[in-house]
């Protein structure tokens, strides 16, 4: 009898990743992929070795190989629905219950695979086909949309990234420029409107030290990627039009202009040294072209190899023994340190506060499981804000008093809180616009006279008039404008709502 050739273990593990990759392409490029494949396949090939060697059988240590692994690597997907599921008031959708549950049964599936008696040839050819179809269907799927959608788009930003000649206005040593971006961090508008909350303690704070607030501020666009690319590169993106039935959601060509942009470029030439602030978020997460990356992520991973870590079952256990608070509150400490470093430097910093996950009360202590499950969202989202506020004020005032020279200080955020699931089917308002859109943006500009500066002013012309006052170029502004987003999952399904956020205003 002709001899069955087992390579399910091996095609259902990378199953999960490609299929992973698949729904996810347009966020990565394809070179993130293989890196993940090429561990995965040594991982499932070692631990297939050893439990051969153990069991001296090649189907039973296939199967039980396969099942491991496939549960492992398809963790959320198929517990994710679970999660924070209650019966009769018990939370049964932890993850120590769901990670538990699922020992329980690898571990009584093991025992019956290995007592059998059968050698499951037949389950082996039928498996292999299956796992066979189902990589095929994955790959066919990235195969097609890297020949409709790479390079389909020649550029992501208006102007060539010619950099002008700059020289400083201001003889002696340049300032640092300090650019802090906090990811969704509302407008005072929305605090006020939608959160009932009055944020003009820290409104006044920073004017009382000399910082300019625009407070009519709204992003330029409402999504992470593209207000980020907009702003590094003072100008406008080209988009494709703007369909909903338009699935190209390609991010890679606007995340690499977060990495290599124009504001780096520019100060680069004028002779300061770059730092990056990276998280846990892959397109801010590295830059390869700045001259010191420090990543305050609590995990090694960059890219896509983080989102598959993420999905997998190692990640809940992870988190049993790891708390998410030191990772993202030490880039506070590391800012704090850099006044007393070589000048000039610029330093971009990305800080996922108050983004989520809400893991802080409005002192900076931790949630427990309890809060955390029986707490609203929006409550959660503005205690984490309140504190990030605290931390914001603390960093200002380490800065301004430890730095040699005054530095200019932009503190901004990116995007406005994401909406809740009734606000999300609502027809598109004023509320939700300034919900999504509205931000905040304060500048310090020791030296300089705020004339260029208003009230309604939107990212893209900050660095048009930090480098035009500082380095005497002649940027003209442009107008504002805002568009709406409603999610990175749909980037392309864009609307332009200047006219209406005027309105408001």
Same mark, same amino acid.
């Given at each position: 009898?002709k001899?069955?050739?087992?390579?399910?273990?091996?095609?259902? %593990?990378i199953?999960p990743?490609?299929?992973?990759?698949?729904?996810n392409?347009?966020?990565?490029?394809l070179?993130?992929?293989?890196?993940?494949?090429?561990?995965?396949v040594g991982?499932?090939?070692?631990t297939?070795?050893?439990t051969?060697?153990? =069991?001296?059988?090649s189907h039973?240590? *296939?199967l039980?190989?396969?099942?491991?692994?496939?549960?492992?690597?398809s963790?959320?997907?198929?517990? %994710?629905p679970?999660?924070g599921?209650?019966v009769?008031g018990?939370?049964?959708?932890?993850?120590?219950i769901?990670?538990?549950?699922?020992?329980?049964?690898?571990?009584i599936?093991?025992?019956?695979?290995?007592?059998s008696?059968r050698n499951?040839?037949?389950?082996?050819?039928m $498996?292999?086909i299956v796992?066979?179809?189902?990589?095929l269907?994955s790959?066919?799927?990235?195969?097609?949309?890297?020949?409709?959608n790479?390079?389909?788009?020649?550029?992501?930003?208006?102007?060539?990234?010619?950099?002008? @000649?700059?020289?400083?206005?201001?003889?002696g040593?340049?300032?640092?420029?300090?650019?802090?971006?906090?990811d969704?961090? *509302?407008?005072?508008t929305?605090?006020?409107?939608?959160?009932?909350y009055?944020?003009i303690e820290?409104?006044n704070?920073?004017?009382?030290k000399?910082?300019?607030? *625009? @407070?009519?501020?709204?992003?330029?666009? !409402?999504t992470?990627v593209?207000?980020?690319? !907009?702003?590094l590169?003072?100008?406008?993106? $080209?988009? /494709?039009l703007?369909s909903?039935k338009?699935?190209?959601?390609?991010?890679t060509?606007?995340s690499?202009r977060?990495?290599?942009?124009k504001v780096l470029?520019?100060?680069?030439?004028?002779?300061?040294?770059?730092?990056?602030?990276?998280?846990?978020?892959w397109?801010t997460?590295?830059?390869p072209?700045?001259d010191?990356?420090?990543?305050?992520?609590y995990?090694?991973f960059?890219?896509?190899?983080?989102?598959?870590?993420e999905?997998?079952l190692l990640?809940?256990i992870?988190?049993?023994?790891?708390?998410?608070?030191s %990772?993202?509150?030490?880039?506070?400490?590391?800012i704090?340190?850099?006044?007393?470093?070589?000048?000039?430097k610029?330093?971009?910093?990305?800080?996922?506060? /108050?983004?989520? /996950?809400?893991?802080?009360d409005?002192?900076?202590?931790?949630?427990?499981?309890?809060?955390k =499950?029986?707490?609203?969202?929006?409550?959660?989202?503005?205690n984490?804000?309140?504190?990030?506020?605290?931390?914001?004020?603390?960093l200002?005032?380490v800065?301004?008093?430890?730095?040699q020279?005054p /530095?200019?200080?932009?503190?901004q955020?990116d995007?406005?809180p994401?909406?809740d699931?009734?606000?999300?089917k609502?027809? =598109?308002?004023?509320s939700?616009?300034?919900?999504?859109? %509205?931000?905040?943006?304060?500048y310090?500009?020791?030296?300089?006279?705020?004339?260029?500066?208003?009230?309604?002013?939107?990212?893209?012309n900050?660095f048009?008039v930090?480098i035009n @006052?500082y380095f005497?170029?002649?940027?003209?502004?442009?107008?504002?404008?805002i568009?709406?987003?409603k999610?990175?999952?749909?980037?392309?399904?864009?609307?332009? $709502?200047t006219?209406?956020?005027?309105?408001?205003?």
């Open positions: 009898m001899k069955t050739i087992i390579i399910y273990p091996l095609l259902l %593990g199953y990743i490609l299929f992973l990759f698949s729904t392409v347009a966020l990565f490029p070179n993130d992929l293989w890196v993940s494949l090429i561990i995965v991982a499932i090939s070692l297939w070795i050893l051969y060697l153990i =069991l001296k059988s039973k240590s *296939a039980l190989v396969a099942l491991s692994w496939t549960t492992v690597l963790y959320n997907q198929i517990f %994710g679970l999660q599921l209650k009769l018990f939370v049964l959708g932890s993850n120590r769901l990670v538990s549950f699922w020992a329980v049964i690898l571990l599936s093991g025992y019956f695979i290995i007592k008696q499951f040839a037949n389950l082996t050819r $498996v292999n796992s066979i179809v189902l990589v269907f790959v066919f799927n990235i195969v097609i949309y890297e020949c409709k790479r390079d389909k788009y020649q550029d992501s930003i208006v102007s060539e990234m010619y950099i002008p @000649e700059g020289q400083p206005r201001i003889m040593k340049l300032p640092d420029i300090y650019y802090l971006i906090f969704r961090y *509302a407008s005072s929305t605090l006020k409107e939608s959160y009932g009055d944020n820290f409104i704070f920073l004017k009382a000399g910082f300019y607030v *625009a @407070e009519q501020s709204h992003a330029n666009y !409402s992470t593209l207000s980020l690319a !907009s702003s590169n003072m100008n406008y993106l $080209v988009l /494709p703007s909903k338009n699935r190209n959601n390609d991010q060509r606007y690499q977060i990495t290599d942009n470029r520019f100060l680069k030439s004028q002779g300061y040294s770059t730092v990056h602030f990276g998280s846990w978020f397109p997460g590295y830059n072209n700045a010191v990356n420090i990543n305050y992520s995990l090694p960059r890219g896509f190899a983080l989102i598959m870590f999905q997998s990640y809940p992870f988190r049993l023994f790891y708390k998410l608070d %990772g993202i509150l030490s880039a506070f400490d590391k704090s340190l850099l006044p007393d470093e070589g000048s000039p610029f330093v971009f910093a990305h800080i996922l506060l /108050p983004h989520e /996950p809400f893991i802080f409005r002192d900076g202590m931790l949630l427990s499981s309890y809060e =499950l029986n707490t609203s969202e929006k409550e959660k989202y503005l984490q804000l309140i504190f990030t506020t605290k931390k914001i004020e603390t200002t005032e800065l301004l008093s430890k730095s020279y /530095p200019v200080i932009i503190i955020s995007e406005g994401y909406l699931m009734i606000e999300d609502e027809p =598109l308002s004023n939700v616009i300034e919900k999504r859109t %509205g931000i905040l943006n304060a310090y500009l020791p030296g300089v006279k705020n004339i260029y500066l208003y009230s309604s002013m939107t990212p893209v900050t048009r930090i @006052e005497k170029t002649n940027y003209s502004l442009l107008d504002d404008k568009y709406y987003i999610n990175a999952s749909s980037m392309f399904d864009y609307t332009d $709502v006219k209406m956020v005027f309105e408001i205003n």
